[in-house]
C-alpha cells in the first residue's frame, strides 16, 4: 500500500474520527459553500460534496436543510479559509486549516496555543512545502469491481492511489483533480459516500512517548478551537 493508505490509517487510528463539534464545522463547510456557489446542490458541486460528508457523519437532514437556509441568508457571516503554518515541540511541523469569520481572533488563539506548547507560530510557506495537498473520495465496495481495472479506467483523472478499507473504496488523488474524478464518479452513478482534502506528510519524524506526548497537548489544543477545521503534522 502506498503512503495515502498509511496516512489514513494512522488518522483513523489517532483522534480524528473523535474530533469535537463535527456538525458545526459541517455547518461551516455548508456556508461557505453556498456563499461562493448558491443553495442548489443540483448546480453547486461543492454543495453536494458537504451534504454527502454530513450524511457520512450522520448529521440530521433538517439540520442540513436550516444550515442552508441560514447560510442563504445576507446576514449570516461569511467564513474565511485560512491557514496557519508553524513548528511544535520536539521539530513538528503544524499545518493547520480554519474558517473564520474574526481573523484577528483566530491568529491570536493560534499564537497564543504555539506559545504555550513550546512551538512557533511560522509564516506563509514555512511548511506547507512539507505536505502533499491531496483530495479523496469513498465510495461503497462492490464484489464485482475490479480495483486494478477500475484504477486503470480513471487513471487519465488524476488518480494517485486506490484502496479498500473497513469504510468502503478510498480514491486519493492531487488537490487539482478533485472536480475532474467527482464528474466521472456521478457520470458513472457511482455513489460518494464522502469526500475531502488532506494533507500528506511527505516525511514524517518518530518521537518518544514522552516527546509524543508533548505535540499531543500542543495537537489537542488547537483541534478543540471552534474556528479550527483541519490539523495535519509530521508527527509519525
Known sequence: MGRAFEFRKGRKLKRWSAMAKTFTRLGKDIVMAVKEGGPNPESNARL?????????ANMPKDNVERAIKRASDK???????????GYGPHGIAFLIECATDNNNRTVANIRSYFNKCNGTLGTQGSVEFMFDH?????????EDRDLEEFELELIDFGIDEIFEDEDGVMIYAPFE?????QKELEEREIEILSSGFDRIP??????????QADVDKLLE???EDDDVQNVFTTMA
Open 48 to 56: 453536494r460534496a458537504v451534504i454527502q460528508n454530513a450524511k457520512a
Open 75 to 85: 446576514d449570516t457571516a461569511n467564513y474565511k479559509e485560512v491557514i496557519f503554518e
Open 134 to 142: 491531496t483530495c479523496n473520495f469513498r465510495i461503497p465496495k462492490e
Open 177 to 181: 483533480s478533485f472536480g475532474a474524478i
Open 202 to 211: 511527505q516525511v514524517t519524524k518518530e518521537l518518544t512517548e514522552e516527546e
Open 221 to 223: 489544543k488547537i483541534e
